[in-house]
């Protein structure tokens, strides 16, 4: 049973609910669900944390964040064990991604606040600078598909910038913010700096809804997204949403075509293709439209199939196959559910093309491993229908030319453009979309600024008469 983290103890309260294994379906164990008592707890124990954490040096915070990097690599088969649990993830990628990064999280974003500068500007006679402090209690909603990464993508700036938090992971991966809990209780980080309560979105909706919630950062669907705006509009809230994508590949005739194959499988079908960056619309220029997609095809059915999260997102996933084949698309590959993995929430890898820009398959979220394969004939017919779509996460660009890679990544609108390579990242850049795939940047000193805020000081100075 896994019971809240709050003020630095576990808190057995509320209803149990359960998480299932995703390769199984079966029960892996029983949480409790945060209600009201639970959450209002929660965000006073970070409240009464606050002025503490926040007086401390950001060089004393530095050294906490590098504590609990240790801690997390102390408990890493742990955490391995946990994530895997809960996601279904293949070993090595949680092994060398989403575990270390976790890590890495820690130590960047601690050497990243140790030696960023403040601000001065002068005038004659004036002399103004910025502090910058806290937001306060910070709600962190985790979603599901990288639960242990992106929890600590957030609470690591977060907290070395001084605020106190309260975790709510999502109700189906709670397994590695619970040992997280129990790295900083190890670790002896004051109590109620951090905080992690469980449930579904009603209990997100009390923890962003909350009076001593003073900002809020989510990664999710739109939807969600949205729905948070409006329940933290009446307060101005200070928001950070990684929302949906509907993420595109332009694939010119002059790449290298078997690092676009090799890239192509890897940025639709990782994780089932739930990654939030992950491509969905597949653009590539007609001189090798047919030998792209025999090779992309072939190349799926070597993938080895990975679960959804959930029944239910495996009907999803499912429902949009059936979408594909009554909108008349043409299926390359897939469609189904694998031979011999009726347990569990597994559906094929799936290469489908022929469908209208304008069809519910290209223009709706899937989060599957999926994805939709149009020609075009000239560059700026693919710059127009990569940026059809409402959503602006990620794109990527296979092009030999270094002029149109250039070209290109400028006029497409979205948050992230990846140049001949999928999903390579550097802590210190922005991360986010555009349109509805969010509002605001994360990564580097974008995060620090989100989780803090300016003040300027101006002083006038009187003339010396020496």
């Known amino acids: ?3 809240h983290f709050i003020g630095g103890e ?22 409790h669900e945060a209600d009201s008592g639970v959450v209002d707890r929660a965000v006073q124990a970070a409240r009464a944390a606050a002025p503490g954490w926040a007086a401390l040096p950001v060089a004393e915070r530095a050294a906490w964040m590098r504590r609990l990097a240790d801690g997390i690599e102390a408990r890493f088969d742990d955490l391995v064990a946990a994530e895997i649990a809960d996601t279904g993830k293949p ?3 949680t092994r060398t991604l989403d575990i270390p990064r976790g890590a890495a999280n820690f130590r960047a974003f601690a050497e990243i606040a140790a030696q960023r500068p403040d601000d001065a500007f002068h005038l004659p006679g004036v002399l103004s600078y910025t502090v910058r402090r806290p937001l306060g209690v910070v709600a962190v909603i985790v979603p599901w598909n990288l639960p242990f990464l992106l929890m600590t993508w957030k609470l690591a700036p977060a907290l070395v910038a001084g605020n106190t938090v309260v975790v709510k992971p999502s109700e189906n991966t709670p397994s590695s913010a619970a040992l997280f809990a129990e790295i900083c209780a190890d670790a002896g980080l004051p109590a109620g700096v951090v905080n992690v309560i469980y449930g579904y979105g009603t209990a997100g909706q009390l923890l962003v809804e909350h009076p001593g919630v003073d900002g809020v950062t989510f990664t999710g669907s739109t939807r969600t997204g949205t729905a948070i705006m409006r329940a933290v509009s009446d307060r101005v809230k200070p928001v950070s949403f990684e929302l949906g994508g509907k993420n595109a590949g332009v694939i010119f005739a002059d790449c290298d075509l078997d690092r676009a194959v090799d ?9 089932g293709g739930q990654v939030c960056l992950c491509t969905e619309r597949l653009y590539v220029e007609r001189p ?20 959804m999260i959930s029944a239910e997102h495996r009907e999803k996933v499912l429902s949009y196959y059936e979408l594909a084949r009554s909108e008349g698309a043409k299926i390359l590959t897939g469609g189904g559910v694998p031979a011999g993995r009726d347990a569990g929430y597994f559906v094929e890898p799936t290469i489908v093309t022929g469908l209208p820009e304008d069809s519910r398959f290209n223009t709706e979220e899937i989060f599957g491993p999926v994805c939709h394969v149009a020609p075009f004939d000239t560059e700026q017919e693919a710059v127009t229908l990569a940026n059809s779509s409402e959503y602006g996460l990620a794109a990527t660009v296979w092009t ?22 999928w999903y390579l990242r550097d802590l210190r850049t922005p991360f986010g979309g555009v349109k509805l795939s969010g509002i605001g940047r994360e990564g580097g000193t974008q995060s620090l600024d989100f989780y803090s805020e300016p003040t300027t000081i101006t002083i006038k100075l009187e003339q010396s008469d020496a």
């Open 400 to 421: 030999g030319s270094l002029d149109r890679a250039h070209r290109v990544a400028q006029r497409l609108e979205a948050g992230l453009v990846w140049v001949n390579t």
């Open 288 to 307: 090798i439209f047919e030998e792209f997609c025999a090779r992309l095809a072939a190349r799926a059915q070597t993938v080895e199939p990975q679960p």
């Open 1 to 3: 049973m896994l019971t």
């Open 10 to 31: 576990q808190v057995a309260q509320g209803r149990a609910f359960p998480v299932y294994d995703p390769v199984t379906g079966s029960a892996l164990r029983q949480v």
């Open 263 to 271: 890239g192509t499988v890897k940025s639709v079908f990782t994780n």
């Open 91 to 93: 070993l090595e990628q």
